[in-house]
C-alpha cells in the first residue's frame, strides 16, 4: 500500500513550537511520507525554532516583507502554495491554529481539491474582531477542513455547535508534547541576563504583550501597570520582558519601562528559553494564546492581558484569570499573586487541562483511521 502523501505548512514561531513534534511524529512512522513547508511568515523567529528541533523543511516560501500587511501575507502564500501543491500533490494538507499562513493554506488546498487537517481546532471567542485577525482565521479554516483534531472537549463542542461532527477528534494540544523536549533543570540560556536572575529569591514576572487588538491605549494601560508594578516591589520582583519586535511594540516597551532597574526588556526568545524561563518564573502576564496553554502545564499562575480568551479550560480550571486592559486592574491582581500565599497557591496548583504529552500520536492515528488505513479510531483526550 502506498504510503499517505502528509504535508505540515506553518510561517511563524507560535505554530512552528507546536507542528514541530507533529512533523516529527510523522517522519518517523513508515506509514507516511512527510513533507514540510513553511511560508516564513516571520523569517528569524521561525528559523530559531526549525534549528531547535531540527526541521529541514523541504519547501520554503520565504514570503516576509517589511511592512507587510495581511493582504500581502495571504496573497504571496495563495500563489506559492499553488506551485508547491501541483509539484507534490499531497493527500492531507496539516494546518495549525489561526494564522494568516493558516488561513491562506487552508484555502488553497480547497482550491486543489486537498484533503485539509486543521490542528488547534475549534477555539473560539465569539467576536470575530477580537483577536484579529486569527478569529476569523480560524472559524474559515473550520468550513474549509475536512479533519479537526480539537485540543480540547470544550473545542469540539464549539464545532459540534456550529455543525461540525464529522472528522473531529479531542487530542490534546500539541505544544505539551513540545514541553516534554525543551523543558531541563540544568539549562542554561544564551541570554546572560536570564542565567543572572535570583529565582528563589526573587519573585521573576514573565511577561509578554503584541497582539494588534492591544496597539494604543491598551497597550499603555498594560505599560503603565507594568512600570507601577516594578515600582512598588522594587526588591521583590523582577519583571522579564522579551520584546516583540513589531515597531509598535517596541516603542510602547522601551518608552514605558526603560531606566528601572528590575524590568528586562530582551530580544525575543526561542522556544527552548521561553519554555525554561517559564518553568523557573513565579507567574506570567500574558496576551499571548500559546502562553496561556504552556504556563498551565507547567504549574504557573498567568494573568492574561486581554479582554476575553479562546481558551476557557485554564480560566476554568483555576490556573488562568483575566485581567483585562486596565492599569488598575492588571495592578490589583498581580499585586495579589504577588502578596497573598494562599491567592497564588490557589492558581499555582499544576491542572493541565490542555495535553498529556501523546497529542501528536493521536493526530497521527488519526490520520490514518480517515484514509481507511486502520479500523479503530483513537482514543480521545480526555482533561483531570
Known amino acids: 500500500m502506498d504510503k499517505l502523501k502528509v504535508m505540515t505548512i506553518f510561517g511563524t514561531r507560535p505554530e512552528a513550537i507546536k507542528m514541530a513534534p507533529l512533523v516529527k511524529e510523522l517522519?518517523?512512522?513508515?506509514?507516511?511520507?512527510?513533507y514540510c513547508c513553511v511560508t516564513a511568515q516571520h523569517r528569524q523567529m521561525l528559523d530559531t525554532v526549525l534549528d531547535i528541533f531540527r526541521i529541514v523543511p523541504q519547501f520554503d516560501l520565504d514570503i516576509m516583507e517589511a511592512r507587510q500587511t495581511l493582504s500581502t501575507i495571504t496573497s504571496k502564500c495563495l500563489l506559492g502554495l499553488e506551485e508547491v501543491f501541483q509539484h507534490v500533490r499531497p493527500d492531507l494538507v496539516l494546518v495549525h491554529g489561526d494564522t494568516s499562513?493558516?488561513?491562506?493554506?487552508a484555502l488553497s488546498a480547497f482550491y486543489q481539491k486537498i484533503s485539509i487537517g486543521h490542528?488547534?481546532?475549534?477555539?473560539?471567542?465569539?467576536?470575530?474582531?477580537?483577536?484579529?485577525?486569527?478569529?476569523m482565521n480560524r472559524s474559515l479554516v473550520g468550513r474549509l477542513a475536512d479533519l479537526h483534531f480539537c485540543p480540547t472537549e470544550a473545542n469540539r463542542r464549539n464545532l459540534a455547535a456550529e455543525g461540525i461532527t464529522r472528522?473531529?477528534?479531542?487530542?490534546?494540544?500539541?505544544?505539551?508534547?513540545?514541553l516534554g523536549t525543551t523543558v531541563r533543570k540544568d539549562y542554561r540560556f544564551s541570554t546572560e541576563t536570564l542565567n543572572q536572575l535570583d529565582y528563589a529569591g526573587k519573585k521573576v514576572i514573565v511577561v509578554t504583550c503584541h497582539r494588534r487588538e492591544n496597539y494604543g491605549e491598551p497597550m499603555?494601560?498594560?505599560?503603565?501597570?507594568?512600570?507601577?508594578l516594578a515600582?512598588?516591589?522594587?526588591?521583590q520582583v523582577e519583571l522579564v520582558y522579551p520584546v516583540?519586535?513589531?515597531?509598535?511594540?517596541?516603542?510602547?516597551?522601551?518608552?514605558?519601562?526603560?531606566?528601572?532597574?528590575?524590568v528586562h526588556l530582551i530580544d525575543p526568545l526561542t522556544a527552548d528559553e521561553m519554555h525554561n524561563l517559564m518553568a523557573r518564573s513565579y507567574m506570567v502576564l500574558t496576551d499571548s494564546g500559546g502562553l496561556q496553554e504552556e504556563a498551565p502545564a507547567l504549574g504557573k499562575p498567568v494573568l492574561v492581558l486581554r479582554r476575553e480568551t479562546e481558551r476557557p479550560e485554564a480560566v476554568e480550571a483555576g490556573t488562568v484569570r483575566i485581567a483585562g486592559t486596565s492599569g488598575s486592574d492588571i495592578f490589583k491582581m498581580a499585586s495579589e499573586l504577588i502578596e497573598s500565599p494562599a491567592a497564588y497557591a490557589g492558581m499555582a496548583h499544576a491542572v493541565n487541562p490542555y495535553g498529556d504529552g501523546k497529542a501528536c500520536h493521536r493526530i497521527a492515528d488519526g490520520i490514518l483511521y480517515y484514509f481507511g488505513r486502520v479500523s479503530r479510531s483513537p482514543e480521545m483526550f480526555q482533561s483531570r
Do not use: C, W
Not at 126 to 133: A, C, I, L, R, V
Not at 169 to 175: A, I, L, P
Open 220 to 228: 499603555r494601560q498594560i505599560m503603565t501597570a507594568l512600570r507601577e
Open 119 to 135: 490542528v488547534e481546532a475549534g477555539l473560539r471567542t465569539g467576536d470575530k474582531y477580537s483577536p484579529f485577525p486569527e478569529e
Open 244 to 262: 516583540h519586535l513589531s515597531p509598535v511594540v517596541q516603542e510602547a516597551a522601551h518608552s514605558h519601562l526603560d531606566r528601572l532597574d528590575n
Open 231 to 235: 515600582q512598588a516591589y522594587q526588591g
Open 167 to 178: 472528522g473531529v477528534f479531542v487530542t490534546g494540544n500539541t505544544v505539551i508534547d513540545a
Open 101 to 105: 499562513t493558516t488561513f491562506a493554506s
Open 27 to 34: 517522519e518517523r512512522r513508515p506509514e507516511f511520507e512527510s
